[in-house]
């Protein structure tokens, strides 16, 4: 079993930067060779379904959370739910739309065919920056009934506050910037 350390490294040593993407000044962290490498896959999964016991449901979030969150519901054999942006899910659909620096955004899930009233639920995302996305993914699944219970992150980027954004939301992050 992989420490907390060990992980964080992994993660580290596995990070694309990619230099003024997708504008200048921004140092863009790619997990793209992360999620590409088997073990390296395996080792974040295991990871962030550590954090995750008890859950009922996994809501990942578009897009790279959708692949962990499958990976992670497997690991602790629950379902997951696609946390889909706009215009994404056919009618009807539970929506909340959320303010961005320059501009907004919107969040779905569907509205009939998939229960989550009472369910505990965990947020897994690739991510945590400004806090936006993952406080309007919890108020969205929040009104469609569920109890959101802790949300993980691969990588936290602390400078721009997302967990103070957030809080009280407990949050875990395998490795930090």
């Known amino acids: 079993m992989s420490t907390p350390g060990d992980i964080s490294q992994l993660v580290k040593t596995m990070i694309r930067e990619v230099p003024d993407f997708p504008e200048p000044g921004v140092q863009f962290k790619d997990l793209t060779p992360l999620l590409a490498d088997a073990d390296g896959l395996s080792a974040v999964t295991d990871a962030l ?5 008890g ?12 692949l962990l969150g499958a990976a992670v519901a497997t690991r602790l054999g629950t ?7 706009g215009g994404k ?12 620096e320059y501009g907004s955004a919107t ?10 009233t009472g369910l505990n639920v965990v947020i897994i995302d690739d991510v945590l920056a400004t806090g936006g996305t ?22 936290e980027l602390t400078a ?3 967990r103070d954004v957030v809080a009280p939301l407990r949050v875990s992050s395998l490795h930090t910037v």
């Open 160 to 162: 721009l506050g997302g």
């Open 79 to 85: 379902g997951v739910l696609a946390v889909r942006k």
């Open 89 to 100: 899910l056919p009618p009807p659909v539970h929506s909340v739309t959320y303010q961005l």
């Open 107 to 116: 969040l779905e899930i569907p509205a009939d065919g998939i229960d989550i």
């Open 49 to 53: 379904a550590a954090t995750a016991a």
């Open 134 to 155: 993952l406080a309007a993914a919890t108020r969205l699944l929040e009104a469609g009934g569920a109890n959101v219970v802790s949300a993980a992150v691969v990588l």
């Open 55 to 66: 859950a009922d449901l996994v809501a990942g979030l578009d897009a790279r959370g959708f």
